[in-house]
């Protein structure tokens, strides 16, 4: 077995093989980690910048939609959230846009955006009166049952 060799990092009590010592130039991995943990953090920082995608936009429906899109995670990124409440800007729908928000969640009942069409039909569910039939006749036909909230107000031929 070969000799360890001390961790080059002040203040570090690690060990390490030499062909480790090689690879690192003395330092130990936890070292080595940490370090590039740090160089990362300073990058993300130094270049992070704010996105608001509610920019410019006043149609509530709009932005209900956009609020309830999936975002992949990026680290270099600030989401602005949208200075309304979700439940606000739900409850405060008109006939019209409730309808309009109702068809685009059926748009996306069965496909991949699935959860999203849920969320949205939830939210109508909870925070508003709209006519919710084609939605509920969508998600029983692609059999999703998962929200019982989305279905208190449903139809005997819908519940049954």
């Not at 991949?112 to 939605?135: K, S």
Request: with cysteine; net charge negative.
């Amino acid at each position: 077995m070969s000799d360890r060799i001390p961790c080059k990092t002040p203040g570090c009590l690690n060990t390490i093989l030499p062909a480790t010592a090689e690879a690192t130039k003395g330092f130990c991995m936890p070292c080595v980690q940490a370090d590039a943990a740090q160089e990362r953090k300073l990058y993300i920082e130094q270049n992070r910048r704010d996105l608001n995608e509610f920019e410019g936009i006043t149609d509530p429906v709009e932005v209900l939609k956009i609020i309830h899109q999936d975002r992949k995670w990026d680290p270099l990124i600030n989401w602005i959230p949208h200075p309304t409440s979700t439940d606000r800007l739900f409850a405060e729908l008109t006939d019209e846009q409730q309808r309009r928000l109702a068809q685009y969640a059926v748009t996306l009942i069965g496909g991949e955006r699935n959860d999203e069409a849920e969320a949205i039909v939830l939210g109508l569910a909870a925070f508003t009166h709209a006519p919710l039939e084609i939605c509920l006749e969508a998600l029983v036909a692609h059999g999703e049952f998962q929200s019982s909230l989305a279905f208190h107000r449903a139809t005997p031929a819908i519940r049954d």
